[in-house]
């Protein structure tokens, strides 16, 4: 039942209700007495008070006391409250409708109450729902197992699921990561909640959103967990920007990093809040040292002319205090107290329209103001040629009709430029008036046959004389067609004229002595031809000539040096032998170099390499030679030098050899140190080498000979040498552009220092080292396939050499005597590589490839010249002969092997290093020697100075230490016992 709501309302139903109870006790129960009249006013008043509440329930109570009381004896005439029990059933009826009242007002309340927060929970679901329908973002609610119990469209659209197909079902399902998202959903209930977790959402259709998940648990009014409220914030475009800015900013540090310009980031304090690595070695500081500084303290603080710089008058500040671009040209100062002339721009930066600072660029500019006052100098010096060569030019604006003179022609019309007005017109007036018509109609069919033109014509002079003058003149034209400008020179050429004319009178009698100088010089040109082709042959053939003997006897030598059964007595011999092919071998590559050089052939090849590389090469190569004589080899640790340079490497590589070579031949004690560095201040930039040795020293007298062909000092003598190395040194250090020089004292050793052009490069355009296995090839790797090797020879020693160097590896060998021998074996038994000397009787090597190449399978096979041969044309010559690749005799064991890995692609097993190899490895010293037993050191001088070998080696058997008797024994082997004495003496 309705409420009943209003005051008079519920006043009006007690009135009605009393009434309605008094009626009924006036007439039909009247008859009942008092005690069940109040009874029969009970209900009312209970109705009135549960329906009316506690006011209208004490109204109905006091009027059923008012009705009993005086009403109802005006109707019947009789008192109602005949005897004092009348008065307690009253007083009953009051007091019980009080608490009737009261009762029911406190029901009515609390009904009113509870009905109230129904509609309030209704009212607050009801918002509750609307603000989560109306939030972008998924929201749902888990339950403690995982399971979803309520969701909003959001969730619906980003998984494609509706609220039936979600509700009930794992929430983990929907996430790429299923068991991220459950370790999040547990660390939500071990803290109470969880913010921006990062997962991704699936939709059934496949498509992913980057969502952060936020989540926190709910309770029940006794603090129970019933689950988890979680909101998923859509992040996609957010990271995709994130990641756009991210990229933004690569892009940014990349540009700046990659920039030639210096650029920096100043704020409005002028302090530097970020620098580039072009600024950085522009200005030789480190990026600590800038950032956060001062930069118009650090490297800006003078003006150009040399006076300081006032921080308020600084117009690289100026770009943040005015809030203007500025440009300029100024003065930068490096870290090292050198300066340099930049051009910078100076830009604002600004954040929300402050400014908050400004960027400045800059770039050194020596080199143009290098090249401005080389202009103002080739300016001057156009100027001083055409006078001194009394040659003019002029230049004609044919669109404005402007005619300029330079002023040479002012000169040679003996004008003053002051009180003259210059024209075509007032040209013509110069020229004689016998050449004008020809000058003008010269110059008009080259305007229209656009055919530059070359004439000869007179000029007259004010008072008469004449000039012979030869002009020349080009007209430039427009994309129209129309002509622009023309260009032109006049050139006095009285002198040559009068001198023709004076020759020309000469010219019949001394023709004939003419005609026969021209004759002694043709024949001293052949002659001097024929004498250069001679050496080129003598020299070609010799080359041949010896380097196929040194071929056998380095080959033969080098076989017979690894037999382990050999005796000590020959292995000596054979060490001697093969030492003494290594010299000739020296001495004809030097004398080969020189004459190279002396005819023009040597060229400097220029390519990116490792200078680093070469220099750990040279240094591991020359430290045996160190090693033998007793000596230390050091390149200076403090050494600075780019890594990557563009040269010729092989050049650099012999000068590195020959200085540091000629360094140890000449030192007796000490050592030899190599040092690196880079030139200041220069452009372009210039590599130093320095080589220093403790050796004997050159007197001052003598310093400049030794780089003169075949001399050898005094003290030189004894030395072997061809005297050659040091002139060849002098010579490919100056086909590289560079120069050397020496410094040196007797008794104090010697300094040379190289200096050479230098032009850096990334180490990505330099080609990387091939991969060199270590130790001697042993034989072929399993798995190999069977090849078949053909060998083209016609001396019998190298044909046994290279049959040997196959066999001894597993190939199989076939030789021929000479060229068409070497076809007819590859026709009927189909090698697989042919070893193809050059030079050979009946048929020469290029012919027989020729001839192979046009065969059936001819162009399968590899061909492999082996030549003598150290000239690039030659070599070229065999390449174009269709041979792929070559072998300079005499050749290296490795080099035969390499040749045939890059042919053929066949894989070697090597052996590996030797203990006597090893011990090589170890430079003696005298604290090494300063451990043994001073009776011991005693036994081993005295054995070494006797010349003992059974008494030596019993010496060095009572060493203790393996490594150090390894080491002996390689030196005394090697019959090295001034380096062991050495060592002995200083320990």
Known sequence: MMQLRGLWARYFVAI?????????????????????????????????????????????????????????????????????????????????????????????????????????????????????????????????????????????????????????????????????????????????????????????????????????????????????????????????????????????????????????????????????????????????????????????????????????????????????????????????????????????????????????????????????????????????????????????????????????????LEIDPENFTVSYDT??????????????????????????????????????????????????????????????????????????????????????????????????????????????????????????PLNAILGFSSLMRKNLLLPQALRENIDIIHRSGETLLMLINDVLEMSRIEVGRMQVENAPFDLGALVRDVSDMMHMHAREKGLQLLIDQSSDFPRYIRGDEVRLRQVLIKLVGNALKFTRQGGVTVRFGMKPDVTPQRLLIEVEDSGIGINEADQQRIFDPFV?????????????????????????????????????????????????VDASIVPMPEKVEAGDVTGLAPGQSEYRILIVEDQRENQLLLSRLMTNIGFEVRVAQNGQSGVELFQSWHPHLIWMDWRMPVMDGLEATRRIRELPGGRDVKIVAVTASVFAEQRAEVLSAGMDGFVRKPYRFNEIYECLGRQLGVQYTYAGPTDEEDAAEVVLTDKMLAVLQPSLRAELRRALESLDEVRIDAAIGQVADTKLRKTLTYLAGNFDYPAILKALHAA
């Open 427 to 548: 040209f013509l007036n110069a020229v004689h008036p016998d050449d004008r018509e020809r000058v003008s109609h010269a110059y008009a069919c080259s305007i229209e046959s656009k055919i530059p033109y070359d004439i000869v014509h007179r000029l007259r002079m004010k008072d008469g004389r004449v000039k012979f003058v030869n002009e020349k003149c080009e007209t430039y034209y427009g994309e129209d067609g129309k002509p622009k400008r023309s260009v032109g020179t006049v050139h006095d050429i009285t002198e040559q004229i009068k001198m023709e004319e004076e020759l020309k009178r000469y010219r019949d009698h001394l023709e004939e002595q003419v005609q026969q100088r021209t004759v002694e010089l043709v024949m001293a040109r052949d002659a001097a031809e024929a004498a250069n082709r001679a050496k080129s042959v003598f020299l070609s053939s010799m080359n041949h000539e010896l380097r196929t």
């Open 712 to 760: 050898q000092l005094d003290k030189m003598e004894t030395q072997a040498g061809t005297g050659l190395g040091l002139t060849i040194t002098r010579q490919f250090v100056e086909l590289m552009g560079g120069s050397i020089t020496v410094q040196s004292s007797p008794g104090t050793g010697s300094v040379f220092r190289v200096e050479l052009p230098v032009e850096k």
């Open 16 to 412: 009605f209700i009393v009434a309605f109870a008094a009626a009924l006790r006036v007439w039909p129960l009247q008859a009942l007495g008092s005690t069940l009249t109040w009874l029969t006013f009970y209900p009312a008043v209970m109705v009135v008070a549960v329906y009316g509440g506690l006011y209208a329930g004490l109204l109905a109570t006091a009027l059923a006391c008012l009705t009993a009381t005086f009403l109802w004896p005006m109707l019947v005439a009789q008192p109602f409250i005949k005897n004092p029990a009348d008065w307690l059933g009253m007083s009953v009826f009051i007091l019980t409708g009080c608490m009737i009242s009261a009762v029911a007002e406190a029901m009515r309340r609390a009904q009113t109450r509870a009905l109230r927060a129904q509609e309030q929970l209704r009212a607050a679901s009801l918002y509750t729902r609307s603000l989560i329908e109306a939030s972008l973002d998924p929201l749902v609610t888990i339950s403690a197992a995982g399971k979803i119990t309520d969701a909003n469209q959001a969730a619906e659209k980003v998984t494609g699921c509706g609220l039936s197909e979600l509700i009930a079902t794992d929430f983990s399902d929907y996430f790429t990561e299923p068991d991220k998202a459950r370790a999040g959903y547990m660390q939500v209930f071990a803290q109470g909640f969880v913010t921006d977790y990062p997962l991704a959402l699936r939709h059934r259709d496949g498509h992913i959103t980057d969502v952060l998940y936020n989540a926190s648990v709910y309770r029940d009014e006794t603090g129970r967990v019933l689950g988890v409220f979680a909101a998923a914030r859509d992040v996609t475009e957010r990271k995709r920007a994130a990641q756009e800015l991210a990229q933004l900013s690569l892009q940014n540090r990349l540009i700046l990093n990659s920039a030639g310009e210096g650029i920096y980031g100043l704020d409005i304090d002028g302090l530097c809040t970020f620098v580039n690595p072009a600024a950085l070695q522009l200005l030789g500081f480190r990026a600590d040292e800038l950032t956060g500084q001062h930069s118009h303290f650090m490297f800006h603080h003078t003006k150009p002319d040399g006076s300081p710089y006032p921080e308020e008058e600084c117009p690289v500040q100026a770009a943040y205090k005015q809030g203007e671009i500025h440009r300029g040209i100024d003065l930068y100062w490096r870290k090292n107290g050198g300066s340099f002339p930049v051009e910078f721009v100076s830009t604002p930066m600004l954040s929300d329209g402050k400014i908050t600072g400004a960027v400045v660029a800059f770039r050194d500019i020596t080199e143009q103001k290098l090249a401005e006052e080389q202009l103002l100098r080739s300016k001057h010096s156009l100027a001083e040629a055409q006078r001194i060569a009394h040659l003019g030019s002029w230049e004609l604006d044919l669109v404005k009709n402007v005619l300029t003179w330079s002023d040479e022609i002012y000169r040679m």
